[in-house]
């Protein structure tokens, strides 16, 4: 039987054995060593059950603070199983927690985003899909109590039109009154027409009765008070540019409470797109789509336009009915009995007006006497964007046109239309007044596309004298015609007419309306090699170019429901 001596491996000496009274002292050391190794063994054990016992005490606080946790946020059917799945599930969330700290860089996270990209193409709703639904209403009439908002808007036609809707989702917002908006002669413009000369008042203020109150003018004992003196005008330099209704509420309506009045003077994209309550930014688009009809003078002439523009066919547009409304039944009855083939047309939108040329700061093939033109231009009507210029260093012409900031030239434009496909035949009708350039400039497009017209070509004199010298009301006819063409192609995305004309046509056109919305940047890339790409390759690239901006997809946050309305806001997904 072997000893604790040999258990522990204590060495004893070979060559001496050892002596009585040293053997009963080797015997009590060794005894006293073996109760120390169990002494520490016992104390190790005594540890190790400690632990075991912080452990599942800290367990069950766990535990407790899961349920507790639960309970308070209403996760009242939540279950716990056993101690022991929860400390797995507690250690690997802390795990997981340590480890987000310092993520590791993926070597494929580029591939990935493109392959999410790719396959979230999938889900894209068909444009067909989308239907108009603004004019639905889930709320009750505004009394308008808290008291009046006068609106006086700056820019042109459209620009105004903006301006009006966000007037009337203020007036809801404040719980006041809108009285007629009023339009700011501008020395851009030189246009003296009020909102009654562009669109149907009383079509205006029934269509919103549901939604707000407006009235015509100021009450008599409101129109006599010096609203500047008592601090009721606001000029666009008082609010921010897109300012959150919060802004309104604290700044807005205090003012308002007090003096009964507030002018709004400018007002020009003054008012968020996002985050705004779902019920007015419904109500923004119901302005837009459904209160703003021309008037019958506009509606008649833009009637004309239409019918010449298709060449006296009988059949009206998908659009005709929003756009001129009774006018487009008579154009059916004028020419019942009459069958003519349909002509079809592409209406562009070049937005190439010297006062867009000069704001752009960028170049156009003029030289030295271009820019002295433009400059002086811009210091009569842009005084501020001529102090910015020589107070700061701006980027170059050639770099605002490498990052796609400049409008086409309409040459730029006829190169994209003719790498498109569209054939000589064509029928353009092309918008706007007053090309930079003249005649001259458009020789390229007139060379190209013969059967290229203007309202000022298809309507007579007689026709167009009640509309000389009102530009917004011109507009409204370049509005018109544009909208209802069979293809609508902007020239520079940033244009309000443009974004007007395109979200309508994606309003109403039930995904049949096709618009050519050009990537101006990946165009500059290609303009920039005009003297050496072949044109079989210049085609395949702008029609590439031009395809990357033709998805279907719901109104980005934050942007104008104005341009983009396919959003649950304004419009609703059928089954």
């Not at 063994?41 to 540890?47: D, M, R, S, T």
């Not at 101006?520 to 702008?542: H, P, T």
């Amino acid at each position: 039987m072997s000893s604790s001596a040999d258990f522990y491996n204590i060495p004893s000496s070979p060559s001496q054995s050892p002596r009585p009274g040293q053997k009963k002292g080797r015997r009590k050391r060794e005894r006293e060593k073996v109760f120390w190794y169990q002494k520490k063994g016992a104390k190790g054990i005594v540890g190790l059950i400690c632990l075991v016992g912080l452990f599942f005490i800290f367990n069950g606080f766990m535990v407790l603070r899961l349920q507790l946790d639960d309970e308070i946020s209403g996760n009242k059917d939540v279950s716990v199983r056993n101690s022991s799945s929860i400390s797995v599930s507690i250690k690997g969330e802390l795990k997981t927690i340590g480890k987000g700290k310092k993520q590791r860089k993926g070597t494929y996270d580029r591939m990935l985003a493109l392959a999410a990209h790719s396959l979230a193409e999938e889900l894209f709703v068909p444009a067909s899909a989308w239907r108009p639904c603004a004019d639905h209403r889930n709320w009750n009439h505004s009394e308008g109590n808290n008291g009046y908002i006068l609106v006086t808007a700056n820019g042109g036609m459209n620009q105004q039109r903006v301006a009006v809707c966000n007037a009337v989702v203020i007036a809801r917002l404040l719980n006041s009154t809108l009285v007629i908006p009023r339009f700011m002669y501008s020395s851009v413009w030189r246009d003296v027409s009020q909102f009654s000369d562009i669109y149907q008042e009383e079509h205006f203020i029934n269509y919103l009765t549901p939604d707000i109150r407006i009235v015509k003018e100021l009450p008599k004992e409101l129109q006599s008070l010096d609203l500047e003196a008592i601090g009721s005008v606001v000029t666009d330099a008082d609010i921010g540019k897109e300012s959150k209704p919060s802004f309104y509420l604290k700044n807005i309506l205090p003012i308002l409470l007090k003096n009964r009045v507030v002018h709004f003077v400018g007002f020009g994209n003054r008012l968020a797109f996002d985050p705004i309550p779902f019920q007015l930014q419904t109500l923004r688009c119901r302005c837009n789509f459904h209160a703003l009809q021309f008037s019958p003078k506009i509606q008649e002439t833009g009637a004309l336009l239409i019918q010449r523009l298709r060449k006296n066919a009988a059949h009206s547009g998908p659009l005709d009915h929003y756009l001129i409304g009774p006018y487009a039944e008579n154009n059916l009855q004028e020419k019942v009995g009459h069958a003519v083939k349909a002509s079809r047309y592409l209406a562009l939108h070049l937005r190439f007006e010297i006062d867009m040329v000069a704001h752009s700061l960028c170049e156009y093939g003029g030289g030295e006497e271009e820019r002295k033109e433009l400059e002086a231009y811009r210091e009569i009507h842009f005084p501020a964007l001529t102090l910015l210029k020589k107070t700061n260093k701006l980027p170059s012409p050639a770099m605002l046109r490498e990052e796609g900031l400049c409008p086409l030239t309409p040459e730029e434009a006829v190169l994209m239309l003719a790498a498109l496909g569209f054939s000589r035949k064509t029928h353009i009708f092309i918008a706007g007044a007053n090309i930079y350039g003249g005649r001259s400039r458009l020789t390229a497009l007139t060379s190209l596309y013969p059967n290229l017209v203007t309202k000022e070509k298809l309507l007579s004199a007689t026709e167009l004298e009640p509309f000389r010298n009102f530009s917004s009301q011109l507009a409204a006819l370049d509005f018109i015609a544009c909208t209802a063409s069979d293809a609508f192609a902007m020239t520079d995305s940033g244009s309000q007419l443009s974004s007007l004309v395109s979200g309508f046509r994606i309003y109403y056109g039930g995904g049949k309306m096709p618009t050519i919305r050009p990537n101006k940047r990946r165009l500059a890339d290609i303009f920039r090699k005009n003297n050496s790409i072949e044109w079989k390759i210049f085609e395949q690239r702008v029609r590439k170019a031009v395809r990357q901006t033709k998805h279907v997809l719901q109104r980005p946050k934050a942007r104008s429901v104005y341009r983009y309305p396919r959003c649950k806001e304004c419009m609703c997904l059928t089954e």
